[in-house]
């Protein structure tokens, strides 16, 4: 019988088996830089309701596969639909971001509803599942949630920001309250990703977006320890689906994240060394990265040129071709599909 799972490039390279050319896909390629999202995006109104919609939400997920045939697809949602669901209000203010209610002492943690997560996330796995029959059969669906950390950033700090300095006082000032906080999360996010790989994800990506704000005993506490529950935890349950970690600003802690968190693969953002990271990492598991997305915008040489540059340094091991962060909505369209035929060997 065909094993559909194991002929994915992407899925090859979690494994760290050999690969014809390294699979690529980028962070954030469903979105406001396509016109195609900007309609679909019209019509839903607001973003909740865009990510709840499982009709939608499928067709903006293979927007970017139509156009550029990536080698993975990512499921259309946020990492902020579990603070949602845990009954934390939340909107997306246009220019603004995100805005929830912040949550600011230990008091506040017993009206969240952990038990209750999936009444409001089913659309989400609903959305997984026509995916997983809706996708080309050598396109892997990656599913995602937030890591507890980051996802933590946004319930306590309430908006975005470049410090998250409140989340990291509670965090100091009173360890076990901010750890009860993080167990929430780590119960919530193993649940619902359980149910993205029990609809058809074939693999998982945990965003550790703002773990570079922390110091490097923080990040071992906040970071590494809350991955590696969930790790764990997801390996009793479902061990063949790979997790890829994105600790990003984690830099040379980053090696210490591969090795103690289990994960099969690490992200890597823009400012990571390919060299350091083709020589320390490596050798440990797969790495994904690091294109800057601003290369992008510019295209021609200035892309194409920094895009070889990491082929060459990274394409030796396992190595799944992506950005260092998300797509801008000013990209052109028109240079990511420069890139993908580049990635593609056209
Ligand atoms: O193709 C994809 O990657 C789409 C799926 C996706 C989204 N967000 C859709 C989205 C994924 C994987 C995310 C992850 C996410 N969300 C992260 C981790 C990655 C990272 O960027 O570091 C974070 C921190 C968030 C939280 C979040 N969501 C912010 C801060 C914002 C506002 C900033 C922005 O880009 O607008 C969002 C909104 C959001 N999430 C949009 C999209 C397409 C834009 C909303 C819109 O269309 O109006």
Redesign the pocket.
Known sequence: MKNVRTEKRLLKALNKQSVDRPPFWF??????YLPEYREV?AQAGN?LDLCYSPEKATEVTLQ?IRRYGMDAA???????LIPDALGQHLE?REGE??VLAPITDTAALSQLTPEKIHDRLDPVYETVDRLSSALPDETALIG?A?SPW?VAC?MVEGH?SKEFAAPRLWALQDEAGFQALIDILVESTVAYLSRQIDAGADAVQL?D?WAGVLSDDQFARWSIAPTKAIVDRLRESHPETPIIGFP?GGGSKSREYLLETGVNACGLDTAMSASWSAEALQPIAAVQGNLDPLTLVAGGDAMLNQARDILNALGGGPFIFNLG??IVPQTPPEHVDELSALLRGE
């Open positions: 962070m954030r390629q469903a979105g406001r995006r973003f970017p990512i499921l259309f949602a946020d990492i902020l997306y971001g995100p995602f937030g980051t946004y975005g965003f977006s990003r962060h998300g």
